[in-house]
């Protein structure tokens, strides 16, 4: 890309992702002929597709698209279709086989969630009380989620 534009307000910053066959970016202002809002590349065809105007952090495991639009959604490989996996999650990581993200609570905190990509197994692991714009990212792996909660570095197995 000649540029990706992202706009820096408070802790807002510009979101990108990477797997080892495609590139996934948030784009914050229109530059270049490249409008606002998230996009993925296909690193060997060179294929640019926009996720969508209104779809920020976008979150790519090899097979595996997770991105925020009025609530989280995903786009498993194979399939192209968009799932809903939460209307009020955000700020998500996304495995081969779930993904874990901030959704707020009933009492003001957040609640860390990790949900399956199908079968909609969900296991809320934690709570943040800052919201997810300031707290450490969830960093995820095939079977483990990670996160840090009031200072303490959390560790879980995924077993959906």
Same mark, same amino acid.
């Not at 999650?89 to 959704?103: I, K, M, N, P, V």
């Given at each position: ?25 948030? %784009? ?54 968009? %799932? ?38 969900? %296991? ?34 995924? %077993?959906?």
């Amino acid at each position: 890309m000649p540029s990706a534009i992202a706009s820096v307000v408070g802790d807002s910053v510009w979101t990108y992702s990477l797997s080892s066959t495609k590139l996934a970016w948030e %784009q914050h202002l229109t530059a270049d002929g490249i409008d606002a809002g998230s996009y993925l590349l296909d690193l060997t065809t060179r294929e640019k597709t926009r996720i969508g105007v209104e779809s920020w952090r976008p979150s790519l495991s090899e097979d595996v698209l997770v991105y925020s639009e009025d609530g989280l959604k995903s786009v498993p490989a194979g399939t192209g279709e968009t %799932q809903e996996l939460d209307p009020l999650g955000d700020f998500a990581a996304a495995a081969s086989t779930f993904a874990a993200y901030f959704r707020p609570a009933d009492d003001g905190g957040y609640d860390i969630v990790a949900r399956g990509l199908t079968g909609r197994y969900e %296991q809320v692991l934690g709570r943040a009380s800052e919201p997810p714009w300031l707290a450490s990212s969830i960093a995820v792996a095939d079977h483990h989620v990670a996160f840090i909660v009031a200072g303490v570095p959390r560790l879980f197995v995924w %077993q959906g």
